[in-house]
């Protein structure tokens, strides 16, 4: 399902915070307010919503939430201004969001597992000095590798070339 509506102000949102036009507490707000239906960012895969919702929206958050320190607000400016390549990911993301595809790639879980621990796990990380969190991180990466395989993963959210060049014919900021 694309919700073609949420979908033009995730990525209105985006752009405004990626060229430091609002501050990342500007940003939270908007996507609360337009997107999430009040949830932050990085707490959206809790809703019920997150479960039936456009395949994108999550992982789009979650890309979103590691683009700025969530701790203090600011805009993504000077010394906080994003790396080319990220701003070069997010155009493409924008691009994505901006047409009527649907997201093809399976969800991953990019978080660091550690995020989500139970406090069974706490105890046996402690008992095993560390190991079973380890364990758990090269697993994460291996899977991580495994996804990236699944398509074309240099022209993300796209699944495939043909996709993506069929896009930038309706490039939407250069009309």
């Not at 209105?12 to 009040?38: A, C, K, P, Y």
């Not at 805009?75 to 493409?92: N, T």
């Not at 649907?102 to 402690?126: A, C, M, Q």
Request: aromatic share 12%.
């Amino acid at each position: 399902m694309v919700d073609t509506e949420r979908r033009l102000k995730l990525a209105l949102h985006l752009r405004h915070l990626s060229v430091g036009l609002i501050s990342n507490d500007d940003f939270e707000d908007n996507l609360m307010n337009d997107v999430t239906n009040g949830w932050l960012p990085e707490q959206y895969y809790k809703s019920k919503e997150a479960k039936f919702d456009d395949k994108i929206i999550q992982p789009m958050l979650e890309l979103c939430w590691g683009l700025y320190d969530d701790t203090r607000n600011h805009r993504l400016r000077g010394s906080d201004k994003l790396p080319e390549q990220s701003l070069k990911v997010i155009a493409r993301c924008i691009l994505f969001l901006r047409g009527e595809k649907e997201y093809e790639w399976p969800y991953f879980d990019t978080n660091s597992p550690l995020f989500k621990f139970s406090l069974g796990e706490i105890i046996l990380t402690i008992l095993s000095l560390g190991q079973y969190s380890r364990d758990l991180k090269k697993h994460q990466e291996k899977a991580f590798e495994e996804f990236q395989k699944l398509g074309n993963f240099e022209i993300w959210p796209f699944m495939n070339q043909n996709d993506y060049n069929e896009q930038l014919k309706h490039q939407p900021f250069l009309k």
